[in-house]
């Protein structure tokens, strides 16, 4: 295992500023991420602001993070060049949500050529009630290139998004998104269960 960070402390605050993550890679099939691993509970204020993470590399799910419990912000931060799937990686090139008790909250980020190489979600997979809000965030040139796994079908992918499993949600407001692109369907985002909220953004269907 690679990864630059890992937090599973609960009850503090924690602000990563003006930080570069590049070529982390996650080599074991142990669904770490393949920069970062959030995991926590309590009143946390975790937050990344103004980073860069680029051509970060996951095995199986979430090219640079795997969110398991609690909140976490991202604030003008850049995603390009991550991926999922270094082996049989099925969802997530940037962001993979795997809890109820999860958040993740993005400002003026920008997300461009990520891609998972199995199942969908080529930048954000949500999972078992996770929560996603975005605002004013821009999504382009994102890629879900391949079929689900082992041979278990091959329903909507989404390029950039893919909702799944349980009742997730995921809130968009004032975001765009262009020239992203998934082979098995829903250019952008793939709705399979839970809640999904547009708001002023262009792009979303397609």
């Known amino acids: 295992r690679s990864q630059a960070m890992t937090i599973c402390r609960s009850n503090f605050n ?14 074991e099939t142990c669904r770490n991420g393949g920069a970062i691993m959030l995991q926590y ?33 991202f604030e003008d931060c850049e995603f390009k060049g991550n991926k999922a799937g270094d082996n049989s990686g099925w969802c997530s090139g940037v962001y993979h949500i795997n809890d109820a008790k999860t958040k993740g909250v993005f400002t003026n980020c920008t997300i461009e050529n990520n891609s998972v190489s199995k199942g969908g979600g080529g930048a954000f997979c949500n999972m078992e009630a996770g929560t996603l809000e975005m605002t004013n965030c821009t999504f382009k040139n994102n890629s879900a290139t391949g079929d689900e796994p082992n041979n278990q079908g091959t329903p909507p992918e989404g390029a950039v998004i893919r909702m799944q499993k ?6 968009l407001n004032g975001c765009v998104f262009e020239n992203n692109t998934s082979i098995n369907g ?21």
Do not use: M, Q
Request: charged share 15%; proline share 1%; net charge positive.
């Open 14 to 27: 924690f602000t990563a500023n003006n930080c570069l993550f590049t070529n982390n890679k996650e080599i």
């Open 41 to 73: 509970s309590g009143d946390n204020k975790v937050r990344f602001v103004d980073c860069d993470f680029t051509k970060n590399i996951s095995w199986n799910v979430g090219g640079v993070i795997v969110h398991r419990a609690g909140v976490v912000y």
């Open 166 to 171: 349980g009742n997730p949600t995921l809130t």
């Open 186 to 206: 829903a250019g952008a985002i793939a709705v399979e269960s839970g809640t999904l909220k547009i708001t002023s953004s262009t792009g979303a269907a397609g």
